[in-house]
């Protein structure tokens, strides 16, 4: 498994290849429709991240040491956007996930994303996994 | 041969009084359709707030040097050309506000003191939030009940369902005159006569009809209403609540401050009068400046020439979006509404179409435009919502709707 910072490096080199927007979104709408589908059952108004214009599901679980995330949206640009971070995030422990930055987004050219008055919840997914790492890292310690 | 407004008011001379039209945003000539948000701002309005700030710059109502008494007469010929412009009787009728929302929680607030458990409030099911929040507020603090005014699939209230839910039960009536997320006019003068007819009162929300008619608030012989400068070509901050100057004097004050007393010991404060009991405070000075002449700015334009013209882009608009297939516009049919299109393409989310129609340097507005209830009623999230004023073009219709296509195709 990739460090979260080689699997950055990896889509900060992807993203390169594209020569503009129309591009760059082409291949985020591409990403978008081929997120693996989140378990019908996690859907629900507990797993949705607030803030968002569309709806954004994310649901984690912990294999082992490491987190797995699954998450959906009705809006096919943010699944893009999530299925990003799940490439990420993915499969890392929680401490990883706890002290990773998330610089990469901006040389992606994605930065007007992270704009917390966007409302398209880039931030709050951020802050979501986050959170997921946070609770399932304290639920094994204690 | 027919009249069409091209005739009567140039849109280029027009386009170049706002200086942000010709910016570029992300990389493309900035095709602005936000306007049911906010309203751009012409030099005569910029050049207003600039001038306040650079040459006359003092607190109002208060001073008696020289510069006091500048600031002082602007303000007030400032609050003629809003009476004059909405017809009020009394300039005093006229409250400068921060807003509509400002402008209906001072009526709600003051109500407070009014209703009773027993009474009953409408409320059309097109409202923003703004128009639904303060009264569930004031619903919970007295325990009246709140009753909605349904709408149907057109976009329309149910006038006949309007008229069986009053009784002598209803107190207060709230309805906007222009539906802000899908620009329907709102029968207000036939609502306003049936309200009265119970003996109830009624508020009309006018933020998004004030950019494309005039309201003649004596002849709507409306109660209350309301409207934000910053849609109608002035700045944010400002507006106005009038409110028939009886039930003014009755109304309570709203906020506790400087200016709105008249005298003040710690045993008993009195209120000053109209208009001051209800503005506390230094209010925006240089807004309120601006809001006069962002009126003047449009009458001089004239507001059957802006109709006319909104309503040629309006139709052109809906016709070339309609050949789009899996368009779906919400709402009423053209003529039964102002200058907006909401719409959805089937399959796409409208978050999707924003944001690739943004990277194309088109402004349009997405999401539930703060009217849930009406969103809930299509069982939609969202629509994306077009919205026209008079210096927009065909031209610029053209690259949206190319946008849309372009958009559509990277979509689906």
Not at chain 1, 3 to 17: K, L, R
Request: one cysteine or more; proline letters at 3%.
């Amino acid at each position: 498994m990739s460090s979260i910072q080689d699997t950055q490096a990896e889509i900060i080199d992807e993203f390169s290849m594209f020569d503009d927007w129309m591009q760059r979104y082409e291949y985020m709408i591409e990403l978008g429709k081929s997120l693996p589908l989140i378990d019908e059952k996690y859907k629900t108004e507990d797993n949705i991240i607030k803030g968002c214009q569309s709806r954004v599901w994310v649901h984690a679980e912990k294999n082992d040491k490491n987190l797995e995330f699954t998450a959906d949206s009705d809006a096919v640009i943010t699944k893009g956007i999530i299925a990003i971070l799940i490439r990420v995030f993915s499969g890392q422990t929680p401490e990883d996930i706890m002290q990773a930055d998330t610089k990469f987004i901006d040389e992606i050219g994605l930065k007007e994303h992270l704009s917390p008055t966007r409302a398209n919840g880039l931030v709050s997914m951020i802050k979501q996994i986050k959170m997921y790492a946070i609770a399932l890292n304290s639920s094994q310690n204690s | 041969m027919q009249t069409t407004s091209k005739q009567l008011f140039n849109v280029e001379a027009i386009r170049a009084d706002f200086p942000i039209l010709n910016r570029k945003v992300n990389g493309q000539p900035l095709v602005y359709f936000d306007n049911a948000a906010t309203s751009q701002t012409p030099q005569q309005v910029i050049d207003c707030i600039v001038d306040y700030y650079s040459n006359y710059n003092a607190n109002i109502h208060r001073g008696v040097h020289s510069l006091s008494q500048i600031a002082t007469d602007a303000y007030e010929k400032a609050r003629q050309k809003v009476q004059q412009h909405f017809n009020a009787k009394h300039a005093h009728e006229i409250i400068l506000t921060s807003g509509t929302t400002h402008s209906i929680n001072l009526v709600a607030n003051g109500y407070a003191k009014f209703i009773t458990e027993e009474d009953e409030i409408l409320v059309s099911a097109m409202e923003h939030h703004s128009n639904i929040v303060p009264w569930q507020m004031l619903c919970e603090k007295t325990g009246a009940k709140l009753k909605v005014i349904p709408m149907n699939e057109n976009g329309m209230l149910e006038i006949d369902q309007f008229e069986a839910m009053l009784t002598n039960k209803t107190k207060l009536v709230f309805v906007n005159h222009v539906s802000n997320a899908l620009g329907s006019i709102n029968p207000i003068k036939h609502i306003i006569a049936k309200t009265h007819e119970v003996g109830a009162k009624i508020l009309v929300d006018g933020a998004q009809a004030a950019p494309h008619l005039k309201a003649d608030v004596q002849d709507l012989d409306v109660d209350y209403y309301t409207v934000s400068a910053h849609k109608i070509c002035g700045p944010t901050g400002v507006g106005m609540l009038y409110g028939k100057e009886a039930l003014l004097e009755e109304l309570p004050p709203y906020q506790g401050g400087g200016e709105m007393i008249a005298e003040v010991t710690f045993e008993k404060t009195t209120y000053a009068g109209l208009p001051h009991k209800f503005e506390a405070g230094t209010p925006n000075i240089a807004g309120g400046i601006a809001f006069g002449e962002a009126l003047d700015y449009m009458n001089t334009i004239g507001f059957d020439v802006i109709a006319a013209y909104e309503h040629e882009l309006l139709d052109y608009a809906t016709a070339q979006l309609n050949t789009i297939e899996g368009v779906r516009i919400f709402g009423a049919k053209p003529e039964q509404k102002t200058a907006v299109i909401s719409f959805n393409i089937e399959g796409i989310h409208p978050y999707d179409m924003g944001t690739l129609l943004d990277k194309m340097g088109i402004a349009v507005r997405t999401g539930h435009h703060c009217a849930q209830p009406i969103m809930n009623f299509y069982k939609i999230p969202g629509t994306v919502r077009a919205s026209f004023s008079f210096y927009n073009t065909k031209t610029e219709i053209d690259r949206f709707v190319e946008g849309v296509k372009k958009a559509k195709s990277m979509l689906l």
